[in-house]
């Protein structure tokens, strides 16, 4: 094998990888979230165990967008083409929202509302997709700035794995606003808020804050770090 074709194979390689996993991840994410649903609507499930499986689900598809930012990280640092792993990411997320529909119509759940299911489906992927956008530009802001830096300690602050955490904000914060408008909405339609009910909004925050911001910024850096590690020790360092 031609040596210099060896990069490009194994960091092709490495991009049909992620995309394997991306599709693993919304492959687990979308059982339980189905399993959340049937755990909710059997009175005889358990309230924490439907709880629970909701939790895992939500933290299965922040993971499956960290995983996504990590992974552009990684490529964007090593000089790859970003082209075909956006694309990818774009596709695993599609084919996710996909399988919720069909998961929804072959389970008789959509009724007479197919239409404004894939609506709705549609903007999720194109919410998705514009932070995924807004994570690939703060990644290639950081790395011009790491390419500019002039010493060492200024260019430890724009490493990879810094720029595949803070890719992760815009989309946290993004989830955290929405909330916000959710609140406001809440406050404006109903009065006297029981205590019941400001410790569930109070909860909400914190959910959104440790599973988008903390959990996402923390598996996008590790994601990051295991690409990188595995695209160069296949020879695949630009």
Request: net charge positive; with cysteine; aromatic share 12%.
């Amino acid at each position: 094998m031609n040596a210099a074709t060896q990069p490009k194979r194994s960091g092709g390689i490495a991009v049909l990888c992620v995309f394997a996993a991306l599709l693993l991840l919304a492959a687990v994410g979308r059982t339980v979230s189905y399993l959340s649903a049937a755990a909710a609507s059997d009175i005889a499930c358990p309230a924490w165990l439907a709880s629970l499986a909701d939790y895992g689900a939500e933290l299965i598809a922040a993971l499956r967008v960290a995983v996504s930012l990590g992974a552009l990280a990684a490529f964007a640092y090593q000089d790859r083409r970003m082209t075909l792993p956006v694309i990818l990411c774009l596709l695993a997320a599609f084919l996710d929202y996909a399988a919720r529909y069909v998961i929804d119509a072959v389970s008789g759940n959509l009724g007479d509302y197919g239409t404004i299911a894939v609506l709705w489906l549609l903007g999720e992927f194109l919410y998705e997709a514009v932070f995924l956008f807004a994570g690939l530009w703060v990644i290639l802001v950081l790395r011009k700035r790491y390419r500019a830096a002039e010493n060492p300690r200024k260019r430890a602050k724009y490493t990879a794995l810094h720029a595949a955490a803070y890719a992760v904000l815009p989309y946290a914060v993004s989830r955290i606003l929405a909330e916000i408008w959710y609140l406001v909405d809440f406050l404006l339609t109903y009065s006297g808020v029981t205590s019941t009910e400001i410790a569930s909004i109070v909860g909400s925050f914190l959910r959104i804050t440790v599973i988008y911001g903390a959990f996402g910024m923390l598996a996008s850096a590790a994601a990051c770090r295991v690409i990188g590690r595995s695209a160069r020790s296949a020879g695949g360092d630009a």
